[in-house]
C-alpha cells in the first residue's frame, strides 16, 4: 500500500529536524575517533625513528589496535542496548581520549603495542553504537544517505587532520618534547570534551526528542514499528545471529572496506612520504584521496536513496578499490601512486553508506545488536591483516606497492559475497525497499 502525501510530507519533516539535531554531533566524533585513531600514521614520520621502530613493529603496533577492538565490539554494543545511546557513546569517547593521549608516553615496541591495544578496547563500539542508535529514530528509506553523513567522517577525518597532523609535528623539541608527542596529545583533548556534550545533548529516544511534534513522533514509530516486522535476520539468540548467512555475508563485504581504509589512513603517509616529500607536503598530498572519496560517499549514498537500491551501491565501489589496487603495482611515479590511491578511496568509502543502509535493513530489532557488533567486528580483523601485512611486506620487499596486494584480496572477497546474494536473487535486488511493510492509515 502506497504511503499517505500526508505522511510522507510529515515524515520529511522528522527526518530533516533529526538529521540536523543528531547526525552533526555524531559525525563530529567519529572524525576526532578516526584522528585519534589513524594519526600514528603521522606520528610516524618522528616516531618511529625516535623510538628506533621497524616496518614491521610499527605494523603490527597498528594492527594490534584492531585486535582489542574486535574483542569488546559486541560486550560494548550489548552494554549500550541496557544502558542507552547517550551514556554510553560518551562514555566511549571519554575513555579512548585519555588513552589516545597516553601514546606520548611510549618508549619502545612494547609500550607501544600496549597503548595501541588500550585505544582499540576503549573505542569499540562506537560505530556500532551509533548505528544502533541512529536506527531508533530514522525510516529504512533514508538510511544511505544518512549513514553517509555519518561516516564521511572518515575520509574528512583526513582531509582535517592530515594538514594538523603535519603541522603539529613541527612543534618538535617544544618544551622538551617531540613533535609526534605533541600531535597525540593535542588530538586526544577534543574526544573528552565532545563526550561531555554528547551526554548532555543527545536525546534517548524518540519519545525524548524535543524538536519533534506528537504527530512526526507518531509517524516515524510507526514506520520503525514495520521495519521490525520485516526483517530478514530473525530475532534469536546471540549464536544464531553470529552464523546467519546474511551477517556473515555483510561481515565479508565490510571487511573488504574496512580492510581497505583503515590500512591506507596508517601507512598512507608514509608511502607519500617514500617519494621524497616533506612532512608539510604529505600531509596536503594524503589529503586528496580522501577530499574526493568525502564527496563520492555524500553523493552515492544519496543516489543509493533516490534509486531505493542497496546492493549493486554496494558492489560496484568496492568493485572500484580491488581493480585500483590490482594496478598498484605498476604505479611508480607519484602522480599515478595517487591516482591509484584516489580511485581506491573513492570505492571504499563510497560504498559505506549504501552498505549501511542495507545493514540495518537486513537487521533490525534484538538481531540488530549482536549483528552491526559483528559485521564491525570482522570488518577490523581484516584491517588487523592488512595493517600488519604491509609492514611485514615492506621490510620483506622494500616496495610499498607490493604491499598492497593483500588489500586487493579483502575488496575482492568483499565484491564475490556481495554479489553471490545478487545471483541467487536473480534480477529482485532491490531490497527492503521496494518491498518493505508499509502500515496503512
Known sequence: MSANPIDTVIEKSAVRKLAWRLVPLLTLGYVIAYVDRANAGFAALQMNQALGLTSAEFGIGAGLFFVSYVIFEIPSTMIQARVGGPRWLAR????????????MFVTGPYSFYAVRLAIGAAEAGYLPGVMLYLAAFFPPRHRASIMAMFVVAIPLSSVVGSPISAALLGLDRTFGLGGWQWLFLIEALPAVVLGFILLKFLPSDLSDTSCLTSEEKSCLHEQLAAEVSATRVPHSDVRRVLFNPYVLLLSLAFSGSVGVGQALSLWQPQMIKAFGLTNMQVGFVNTLPFALAAVAMLAWGYR?????????????????SAVALAS???AHDLWLFVLVLCLTQIGAQAMKGPFLGLTSEWLAGPAAVVGYAEVNTLGNVAAFITSTAIGVIRDTTGSFQLSLLPLMIV??????GLQSVARKMAGHVRLTLDTETRPSR
Open 304 to 320: 543509493s536513496d533516490r534509486a531505493r537500491e542497496r546492493l549493486w551501491h554496494t558492489i560496484l565501489p568496492l568493485g572500484l
Open 328 to 330: 598498484a603495482a605498476f
Open 411 to 416: 575488496a575482492a572477497l568483499g565484491c564475490v
Open 92 to 103: 566511549i569517547m571519554i575513555s579512548w581520549g585519555i588513552a589516545s593521549a597516553a601514546m
